[in-house]
Every structure is written in C-alpha cells, then in structure tokens.
C-alpha cells in the first residue's frame, strides 16, 4: 500500500471510520457511525434556523425546527456507506480521505418525508432538479461553497428521502448535521447533505462542485464520468479473534469460530453471501438474516472449523439484481465505490 501523506492523516483524524467490530450492532450506536465531514462543522442555533423549499414551486415555505418536528414523522432504519469507502486500497495511490473498509454504519433516522413537503410546496412543470444546501462553507478544487447536491424531483420524490432531525432516537447530534439532514435511503453517504437550510427546486442539471466535478465515476482525466448515486453491493466481516496493536493483524485459537458480519447493496435486497477461508479460492455459502429494515444491512454468519495455520478470510455479497463484489478493486480517479472483497489474514494457533 502506497504511503499516506500527513495531508491525509489531517482528514482520517477528522473524519472516523466505524471500528469493523461494530458490525457485532444491527444498528451502530451513534458515536461509532462513521462521519464524513469536508468543512468545519457548523454551529446551529436552532431557534434561528430556517428552511426554506422555494424555486420553481407555487407556494415557497419556510419552516422551523418546531413546526417540521410536529409534523407526521417516519422512521427508518439506513444503511449509509461514503462513497471513498476502500479508496485507500487502490493503485495508483488516490489522494483524499485514505477509507480502508470502515465507512458505513446502519441508524435509525427520524423525521418528515420529503416527497410530500414538495407537493406542499407545489412543483412548478418546468422543475427538473431538486438542489440542496448545507450551512457548511469550504473551498474544495479552488471554488468556494457551501456543501450542495442535487436530485432529479422523480429521485426527491420517489427515493423514500426523509428530512431527518433525529439519529437513534436523540436530536442529531453537531458532526452528523444537526438540526436537519437528508437522508436518501441506498445511496452513496454524499446525496445526504447535512445542516440543511436549502431545497430549491430548478429547470436545469445542477452543475454545483460537488455534482459536476466531484463524486462522478472517470476512468481518466478527460473522461466527465457517471455520477454516483446508489450504493455496490458489500460484506464486511467483524475481524474474528484478537488483534496485534501495531498491525492489527488477527490471531484466533484453534476449534469452532463463528464468522460474522453484515452486506447491504443500495440497488437490491441482499441475495446472497459467500464466505472464503483461502483467500477467494474456494467458497461456502454463509447464512443470511434479515436486518433493522428493508433499506438496511442484512447478517450474515459462517461456522468455521479453524484448524492451526495461516488463512485469508473473505466475503462477498451478491444483491438480487445479480450484481456482486469482484475480487480485485477497479481504478477511478476519485478513488470511488472500490467494493472488492474484504480480505482478512489470520493465524490460527492451538488452544
Ligand atoms: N453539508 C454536508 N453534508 C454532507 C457532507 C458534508 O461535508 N457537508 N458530507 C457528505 C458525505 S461525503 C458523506 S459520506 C456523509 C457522511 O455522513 P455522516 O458523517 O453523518 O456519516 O454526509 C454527506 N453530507
Ligand atoms: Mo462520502
């Protein structure tokens, strides 16, 4: 693996990974979601904040964080993964947040459903897309912004989005964009715009950096790419036995060791999920459990018989639409959607 500059240390200090033990959680507890954060986190007085839905629409609202909370809420159970997640594992070396496997994690988000709230606002026939804006302020590629993406309005409408203002039952807390989110359940962590304070509705494709330039699929430089929106079929496996501190490297002891873990896909329920003991040679069918809800992880587990040697450990999850991991990771130049298969060397020693 290529060397990580203290760049990047700078931005894997901020923005934490979920341990992969916590995949043990049908639900991560809040502290151990992972959090991507490109700015600073704002600091939001809620009885000031506003959010405003105009644009193309008959009757612009703004709404405070009273009025949305008493509102008709929805509950649901998300998986969310960043869309960097396994950037860290590519060659040639991509310069960003270096995710090895550990940024996703599974809440429970409350709050109003956007779909209706458009209706309300009434969507003009010439609005196509459907912006939305974060209080958050940066500079990224030498454009300075405030964190914005865009969805079509059937997208906004039809994806099951909430406006979220609770995670796990608690108000959202500062890093995960309290007092208000979107929340796009199976798609990439990006769409899930935080400190929300915006949603304009327009005529034409949003071209905002974040759309246009960043978090698009490009093969090459010249190439303008595919915009990411749902999430690849993964399985992650909760690394089995005891760590070594410095290189994390496993040792488990000889006998029964159940292998566990969770696989989501933003594109189908999950259908299948293998489990390799010889590093992707050969493999075994785990089982799968159902998870919190239908746009959240589903378990799986593999008994395995581990006599002493040295093994790589693997899964692969398989979605209902056939998609499934590959083996080896695919080069992009933003370092996106790198689902291969977690390997996961081990040493097993006697009793
Ligand atoms: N306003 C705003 N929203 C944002 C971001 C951000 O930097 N600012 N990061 C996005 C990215 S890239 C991801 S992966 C998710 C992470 O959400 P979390 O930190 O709550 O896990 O939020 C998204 N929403
Ligand atoms: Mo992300």
Known sequence: MSAISLEELQLAARNHGMPLEALRYAVTPVGLHYLLIHYDIPVVDATEWRLRIGGLVDRPLEISLGELRAQPSVE????MECAGNGRARLEPHVVSQPWLAEAVGTARWRGVELGPLLEEAGPQDAAAEVVFTGLDQGIEGGVEQQFQRALSLTDAVES???????????PLPPQHGFPLRLLVPGWYGMTNVKWLTEIELVAEPFVGYQQAQGYRLRAHEDDPGEPLARMRPRALMVPPGIPDFMTRHRTVFAGRCDLEGRAWSGRAPIARVEVSTDGGETWADAEVEPGPGPYAWAGWSHAWEAGPGEY???????????????????WNVGGYANNAVQRVPVTVVPR
């Open 160 to 170: 099951g989005a909430v406006l979220a203002y609770e995670i796990n039952g608690e």
């Open 76 to 79: 649901i159970a998300a998986t």
């Open 312 to 330: 790589e450990l693997c899964c692969r999850a398989t979605d209902a639409s056939g998609d499934t991991q590959p083996l080896e990771p695919e």
